[in-house]
């Protein structure tokens, strides 16, 4: 290892805001991005509002004296310590964890008072797109950061103890005591202590409420989680119904990588959100109420309104800095094979060009890496549980399912307006369509002069049939079981209507980058190329998960624990299937499936 590699390493671990590609050239992935572009991916804030910057800063572990945002304890989720500047000021956080500062007046949960004559524009933390789409990748003593690739990161661990941390903090008088005099230095009072204790008690039962909408029994571990299923249920908490429907966020999947996505005219696993570009060079409107959606899911804060009047829903949403941050990734390319990772055997990769242009390229679609303008058709295999061909798959379909079946009270947006074709929001209204008209409403409310008309039609679902609703506790094992067989019929049969359910599918998209981003499938159930490239029952049932360490003969991370708990991926498990995508995998030979991973390491 040479002193460059040392010194960048190091750089990164103190949290440098330059990236190694930046650094060090000898070791360059060549995505395209300048010192500037990769600041504004870590530092801009989307609206996102998980906890007051004071209070952050403030707060510890559960159990203990030590700050919950050490770089110790951030590792321990899988988060990289990063330093941000904010006022004048250092504070270390999470890389993509962002400063958010803003009037409050017109938003909800967020909208806390905890000191006497406290500004309306206190700010707040809350995550970035950097957060979740920066991947780490080390071999040999270096570590790669990757913008756009997915995190290895243990979001549902942390947001757990995050909320035990907050509920220690009120519960235990001594931590209480510490966690009060920080935040209120300079203005701790008796009165200020209680106006702060009660934004705490507030601030707590609406994290609670959230937690319980989620709740599931499955562990997602890192490098995973059911963003779909967070998003809609924070649409559930905040849409002012006196009792939503709890939706257990059961399908958790791989964080997608984001490099030539503004090419794609669908994206999610599941395209359920279309791009829609106003001009070859203006406002992505469908970019911007993906995003939008996005944020509600992270922390956004929306004041839903019974009636608009075309003036939409106040949020936290910053429109203005996703429209930058969705014309910064424009730029960014798929990460280049680096040579410290092994050379690429020319005769194995002329193979594997072979074998992928017969088995693979009908489906994912060749993409030059330097190619950041071409339009990209999304390739849409139906979820199948027997079949698969061309256009199908027989891969988990959970993910896919829930976004269709998911419902809840939609409160204050019971009778808004959807569209010509399906009226007004119902009662049996899914989730998913009561998000698409929530961001249009968010959107209309910033951008209102350009984006009602180009949003007549977004993202709107037709209402799936109406899921079995659980009531009491007895039984209740039997109840879930028989209501979970029938949900997933229900999405099977709903599935050959490709017309009416184009989202009970999974996207197929060019490969470009592929390397960087394990584990593969869109539930992240396998854990390297080679194994994806065997047939579907001699893939490993099970994986360790966590590190970031990268093998690069079968590509991929490999089979060890990371700095956290252990973490054990079991494929047996309701959401963790590792079946289906087998293509003629079944037939290959050995050699005939390094010889791809060859191929692939160069896209």
Known sequence: MTLKSVLVAASIGAGSLISAAV?????????????????????????????????????????????????????????????????????????????????????????????????????????????????????????????????????????????????????????????ASKVLAGTDTQANRQLLSTALDTLNRFLEEGASLNHTDLVYGPGRVDAVGHILNRVAQLNGAPQPTPNPSDAPVSYPFLWNTPQHDKVQWNGVAPNLKLGSNGLDIGALARNASEVVGVFGDVSF???????????????????????????????????????????????????????????????????????????????????????????????????????????????????????????????????????????????????????????????????????????????????????????YALAQDKKKYPTLAYKARPLTGIWATAPYLHNGSVRTLYDLLLPPDKRPSSFKTGSIMFDPEKVGFVDAFGPGSPFTFDTSLPGNSNAGHDYGASSFLDADRYALIEYMKTL
């Open 305 to 491: 309104r019974s009636d608009t009047h075309f003036k939409g829903f106040p949020s936290s949403v910053r429109i203005d800095n996703l429209d930058q941050l969705e014309r910064t990734l424009t730029r960014l390319k798929p990460p280049k094979w680096p040579e410290k990772l092994g050379g690429i055997d020319e005769n194995k990769q002329k193979r594997g060009a072979e074998l992928f242009a017969q088995n693979c390229s009908s489906c994912h679609l060749p993409l030059p890496r330097d190619d950041l303008k071409a339009k990209i058709v999304a390739k849409m295999s139906t979820i199948s549980a027997e079949t698969e061909t061309n256009r199908s798959i027989t891969t988990d379909p959970w993910m896919a399912c829930n976004a269709v079946q998911f419902i809840s009270d939609p409160g204050k947006l019971r009778g808004i307006h959807l569209n010509k074709i399906f009226g007004e929001i119902t009662d049996q209204s899914t989730l998913v369509t009561q998000l698409g008209v929530t961001a249009r409403e968010i959107l209309l409310n910033q951008k209102h002069d350009i984006v009602a008309l180009a949003l007549k039609d977004f993202m709107n679902v037709e209402p799936a049939p109406s899921r079995v609703i659980r009531k009491g506790t007895f039984g209740f094992l039997r109840a879930f079981q028989s209501e979970r067989s029938r949900r997933l019929q229900a999405c």
């Open 23 to 179: 650094l060090a050239n000898d070791y360059t992935l060549d995505q395209n991005w300048s010192a500037k572009d990769l600041a504004v991916w870590r530092d801009t804030s989307q609206g996102s509002r998980l906890l007051p910057l004071s209070w952050i800063t403030a707060l510890e572990i559960k159990g203990s004296k030590v700050p919950f945002m050490s770089d110790a304890n951030v590792q321990t989720y899988g988060y990289t310590p990063s330093t941000l500047v904010f006022a004048y000021q250092s504070y270390r956080l999470p890389r993509g964890f962002v400063v958010d500062k803003e009037s409050d007046k017109a938003l909800t949960f967020s909208r806390l008072r905890w000191k006497d004559g406290q500004s309306d524009q206190e700010p707040w933390v809350g995550m970035n797109c950097a957060a979740c789409h920066t991947a780490n990748v080390s071999f040999d003593g270096y570590t790669w950061e990757i913008p756009g690739g997915p995190t290895n990161a243990d979001f549902q661990k942390f947001l757990h103890a995050f909320r035990e941390a907050l509920s220690d903090t009120q519960n235990d008088k001594e931590k209480f005591d510490r966690f």
